[in-house]
């Protein structure tokens, strides 16, 4: 069965089911005061489809690990790396359908889906010093736009990840800290973020279509100029167009990707390290191990020895 099973964090009860393309996924749901419920995702699914209501509300998400991809037009589109953040105000006119996808199979992630006017009152009647002010908060991350995405900073990235780590275990009322300091980051770290240049759907297409065809040359090199020359395009056009679509490089993102690639092999796999080395396009398990240390600050052996430990570690919290 090919569908994402919600949970409430709290009581471990099963309340929904979400149909997703493939694979599957869970999603534990922490309501942590009014208007504020923070969700801890866990998914193995290439993507699915959502719809949404009107509402004064945002919703919060933040990338742990894989890749997260949205399209909410040809002209809308956000894409988060590990330490990326997305801030959107869904309202019922932007962003009312949108398709999420996951080009590693894979993801977890934190979301806080906030609705404003109730998390504003419960703040001011328990919390008055510590109450958010949204309409700033709202200023400070969008600036008049309906979405951002883009890196969350140290700051912000400590507290969501203390949220990915705490919320099985955490109460409620640290958890409501926790919320509350993210809350004062968000609404006074400075954001700064380039103009949203428009990238048409034909385009889009384009850029998806080079993707996919650096992802499957793994073993050659695949030059720029040959690229846009197939393609009746100019090199600084199409290396801006992929920028604007998937934030680097293209080379940056292809070698990003691959180590990705191997982390949930490594991960998930017996498969051994020369073979996976090989698998992401490198000549040697030496270099390899360089690349996936520089990027992860641990060797592949170390890491597939910690995925391992941590899946233990889970399987027992869920049985107990």
């Given at each position: 069965?090919?569908?994402?099973?919600?949970?409430?964090?709290?009581?471990?009860?099963?309340?929904?089911?979400?149909?997703?393309?493939?694979?599957?996924?869970?999603?534990?749901?922490?309501?942590?005061?009014?208007?504020?419920?923070?969700?801890?995702?866990?998914?193995?699914?290439?993507?699915?489809?959502?719809?949404?209501?009107?509402?004064?509300?945002?919703?919060?998400?933040?990338?742990?690990?894989?890749?997260?991809?949205?399209?909410?037009?040809?002209?809308?589109?956000?894409?988060?790396?590990?330490?990326?953040?997305?801030?959107?105000?869904?309202?019922?006119?932007?962003?009312?359908?949108?398709?999420?996808?996951?080009?590693?199979?894979?993801?977890?992630?934190?979301?806080?889906?906030?609705?404003?006017?109730?998390?504003?009152?419960?703040?001011?009647?328990?919390?008055?010093?510590?109450?958010?002010?949204?309409?700033?908060?709202?200023?400070?991350?969008?600036?008049?736009?309906?979405?951002?995405?883009?890196?969350?900073?140290?700051?912000?990235?400590?507290?969501?990840?203390?949220?990915?780590?705490?919320?099985?275990?955490?109460?409620?009322?640290?958890?409501?800290?926790?919320?509350?300091?993210?809350?004062?980051?968000?609404?006074?770290?400075?954001?700064?973020?380039?103009?949203?240049?428009?990238?048409?759907?034909?385009?889009?297409?384009?850029?998806?279509?080079?993707?996919?065809?650096?992802?499957?040359?793994?073993?050659?090199?695949?030059?720029?100029?040959?690229?846009?020359?197939?393609?009746?395009?100019?090199?600084?056009?199409?290396?801006?167009?992929?920028?604007?679509?998937?934030?680097?490089?293209?080379?940056?993102?292809?070698?990003?990707?691959?180590?990705?690639?191997?982390?949930?092999?490594?991960?998930?796999?017996?498969?051994r390290v020369v073979e996976i080395a090989l698998n992401a396009g490198y000549d040697s398990a030496s270099k390899f191990s360089e690349a996936f240390k520089k990027r992860y600050h641990v060797t592949p052996s170390a890491f597939r020895t910690a995925a391992i430990a941590a899946k233990k570690r889970n399987n027992i919290t869920k049985t107990e």
């Open positions: 069965m090919t569908e994402i099973q919600v949970f409430d964090g709290f009581t471990g009860k099963r309340i929904a089911s979400n149909p997703c393309f493939d694979g599957g996924g869970r999603m534990d749901c922490y309501s942590l005061f009014d208007g504020v419920t923070a969700m801890l995702i866990r998914l193995e699914t290439h993507g699915f489809e959502e719809r949404r209501s009107p509402r004064d509300g945002l919703e919060i998400n933040f990338c742990v690990s894989g890749r997260f991809e949205s399209s909410f037009s040809p002209r809308d589109q956000a894409a988060l790396t590990p330490g990326d953040m997305s801030v959107n105000r869904f309202d019922g006119v932007h962003g009312a359908l949108s398709e999420s996808r996951f080009p590693l199979g894979y993801y977890e992630g934190v979301c806080l889906d906030v609705n404003c006017a109730s998390a504003a009152r419960w703040m001011a009647e328990n919390v008055p010093p510590l109450a958010t002010d949204f309409a700033r908060l709202d200023e400070n991350l969008l600036g008049g736009r309906w979405y951002f995405a883009g890196s969350a900073g140290p700051r912000c990235e400590h507290v969501f990840r203390e949220f990915f780590e705490n919320l099985p275990y955490a109460g409620r009322e640290f958890l409501r800290l926790k919320t509350l300091e993210l809350f004062m980051l968000l609404e006074n770290v400075p954001r700064v973020e380039a103009a949203q240049e428009y990238c048409s759907a034909e385009q889009l297409r384009l850029i998806r279509h080079l993707r996919d065809h650096l992802l499957d040359n793994r073993s050659s090199y695949v030059s720029l100029a040959h690229l846009a020359k197939e393609h009746h395009i100019s090199v600084t056009q199409l290396q801006k167009l992929f920028r604007q679509v998937y934030g680097m490089p293209m080379y940056h993102y292809v070698r990003e990707y691959r180590l990705e690639q191997a982390a949930v092999e490594l991960s998930s796999s017996d498969r």
